[in-house]
C-alpha cells in the first residue's frame, strides 16, 4: 500500500469528520433543543471514557497486525491472538451493556439535571446510549486489523459514508419523526451497528477464518509481552483522557443540561455531533 495515498485518505477523513461535525451542530441545536444537545454532549463523554476499557488493547493489536502483514510466518500467531481478543471484546460488550443498563435509571435522574426533558425519554436515551457505545467499542480491534493492514484508504472511504449519515443522516432523521430525541439514539445505534458490520466483514477477509480457528499453543508466551506494550499504551491514554475529559464529567453532574449542551465548544474540544 502506498504510503502517501494512506496519509492522503488519513488527512480527508479527518478534515471531512472535522467540518461536517461543525456544520450540523447549529441544525443539532435547532431541531433538538439545547438540553438535548446537552444530552448528545453527554453520549460524547460516555464515548471517550469508555476508550479507557480498551486498556491499549486496540493499539497494540494494531502493531501486531503490521507485523503479520510484513511477516506472516514469523508472526503466525497473530490470526489466534485475534480471534482470542475479539471473543475477550464481545464478552466486555456484553458484561458493558448489563452494567450500564443497570446504571441507566440512576444516571438519567440523579447524575444528570434534565429540567425539561421527560424523564422517561431521558432513560430510554441513557438505555440506547449505553447500547451504542459498547457497539463502537467492540469495533476497535477490528478497525485496529485494518489499520495494521494498511487499509486506510479503504476505512476512510467506509468512514465518509458513516460521518456523513451519523451527522447530516442525524439531520435528516430527527426531522422525520415526532420524537428527535430518541430518534437521533436511535439512529446512531443503527449507523453504528452498520460501522461494525463493515468492519468485521473487511478485516474477517484480511484474516482468514481458517487461520482464526487454528490453535497455537505458542499463543501464552505472546500474550505477556502484548499486555506488556498494551498496559504501557493504556498508561499514556489514560493521562490524556483524564486531563482533557475530568471537567466535562464533572460538569456534567454540576450544570443542567441546557447550560451543558454549550461546554463542549470549548476550544480543545471536538464538536459533540462527532460522536
Excluded at 85 to 111: E, Q, Y
Aim: glycine share 4%; charged share 15%; hydrophobic share 55%.
Amino acid at each position: 500500500m502506498s504510503i502517501k495515498r494512506n496519509a492522503i485518505a488519513n488527512y480527508v477523513g479527518q478534515i471531512y469528520l472535522t467540518l461536517s461535525g461543525i456544520l450540523v451542530v447549529p441544525l443539532y441545536i435547532q431541531h433538538l433543543g439545547m438540553e438535548a444537545y446537552g444530552l448528545v454532549g453527554f453520549f460524547s463523554i460516555l464515548l471517550t471514557w469508555l476508550q479507557l476499557l480498551d486498556a491499549g488493547v486496540s493499539t497494540t493489536l494494531m502493531r501486531e497486525a503490521a507485523h503479520y502483514r510484513a511477516n506472516q510466518a514469523e508472526f503466525v500467531w497473530f490470526p489466534a491472538l485475534f480471534a482470542t481478543l475479539t471473543r475477550f471484546f464481545l464478552f466486555s460488550t456484553l458484561v458493558l451493556v448489563v452494567l450500564g443498563w443497570l446504571a441507566t435509571p440512576w444516571i438519567a435522574t440523579h447524575w444528570l439535571d434534565a429540567q425539561h426533558l421527560p424523564a422517561s425519554d431521558v432513560v430510554v436515551a441513557m438505555a440506547i446510549m449505553v447500547i451504542t457505545a459498547a457497539i463502537r467499542w467492540r469495533t476497535s480491534p477490528y478497525r485496529s486489523v485494518i489499520v495494521g493492514f494498511e487499509h486506510q484508504v479503504w476505512l476512510n472511504g467506509v468512514n465518509l459514508i458513516i460521518t456523513t449519515l451519523r451527522t447530516f443522516g442525524g439531520v435528516l432523521v430527527i426531522q422525520l419523526f415526532p420524537n428527535p430525541l430518541l430518534t437521533f439514539f436511535i439512529w446512531q445505534l443503527l449507523v453504528s451497528i452498520a460501522e461494525a458490520a463493515c468492519c468485521i466483514w473487511k478485516s474477517c477477509q484480511l484474516v482468514p477464518r481458517a487461520a482464526r480457528k487454528e490453535k497455537r499453543d505458542d499463543l501464552k508466551g505472546v500474550l505477556k509481552p502484548f499486555i506488556r506494550f498494551a498496559l504501557s499504551a493504556a498508561f499514556s491514554s489514560a493521562v490524556w483522557t483524564f486531563i482533557l475529559q475530568i471537567d466535562r464529567l464533572v460538569l456534567s453532574k454540576t450544570l443542567p443540561l441546557s447550560e451543558y449542551g454549550s461546554f463542549p465548544w470549548s476550544p480543545r474540544q471536538r464538536p459533540v455531533s462527532c460522536c
